[in-house]
């Protein structure tokens, strides 16, 4: 099984309020990784974890959080949505060792109002 | 800095015709290489990926990729386009653990 699941996978929030979305893997990666995608724009990593460490780029560390509770679980947390939060959100894992390819799920749409 | 450049940012070619879907990336170590396409409704899928050796490698459903080092290209080909090849498709440049992706090309194929 070589599926990556997210959910919820359409999210429809205000502005100001928390988003939680979920990830889930059972291919016993080592790597999940977060990504925003806008319309035009290339996908955008946000924040990826290799086994339990967290890595935040530069640009992005304060709007996101993250939490891996285990191998297969990883979750992105936005605490305050803005406008500018409204894109689709894409969840990734790779097996690093094999610098190998990603396994992308179908992604979650937020959409804040 | 690390990025990938996909010009053209739609391509519409009538079915049966050959496709170059261009692809330059800049990338300070040594570049794995991919490309993704991404269906309507579904996530991004491997397409074909470039580690080392021949630089023209195979991929799915007939897609075949040249890496082309000194032009820091890696153009994705196809020599007869099906319309269930509509699609958008991403490149990708990685050393280790970042991916970078391109905006994407979207490729509309007519009957």
């Known amino acids: 099984d070589t599926t990556v699941k997210q959910n919820p996978r359409y999210k429809l929030a205000r502005v100001g309020k928390p988003v939680n979305l979920i990830c889930s893997q059972t291919m016993n990666h080592d790597t999940m990784y977060w990504y925003q995608k806008k319309p035009n724009q290339a996908p955008k990593l946000l924040l990826f974890?290799?086994?339990?460490?967290?890595?935040r780029e530069a640009d992005t560390f304060e709007k996101f959080q993250s939490s891996r509770p285990n191998n297969s679980f990883c979750s992105l947390y936005i605490g305050s949505a803005g406008l500018e939060y409204s894109a689709m959100y894409l969840c990734a894992s790779s097996r690093s060792a094999n610098t190998g390819q990603l396994y992308f799920g179908e992604g979650s749409k937020l959409t804040v109002l | 800095a690390q990025s990938v450049t996909q010009p053209d940012a739609r391509v519409t070619v009538s079915e049966g015709a050959s496709l170059q879907l261009r692809c330059k990336y800049s990338y300070s170590g040594t570049p794995y290489l991919f490309w993704y396409v991404q269906y309507p409704r579904q996530g991004l899928q491997l397409l074909l990926k470039?580690?080392?050796?021949?630089?023209v490698v195979q991929g799915v459903n007939g897609f075949e990729a040249e890496f082309i080092k000194s032009n820091s290209s890696f153009h994705l080909r196809k020599a007869s386009v099906h319309w269930s090849d509509s699609a958008v498709y991403f490149c990708a440049v990685t050393g280790y653990q970042n991916f970078y992706f391109g905006k994407g090309t979207s490729l509309t194929v007519i009957p």
């Open positions: 470039y580690y080392s050796g021949d630089p």
């Open positions: 974890y290799y086994d339990k460490i967290l890595n």
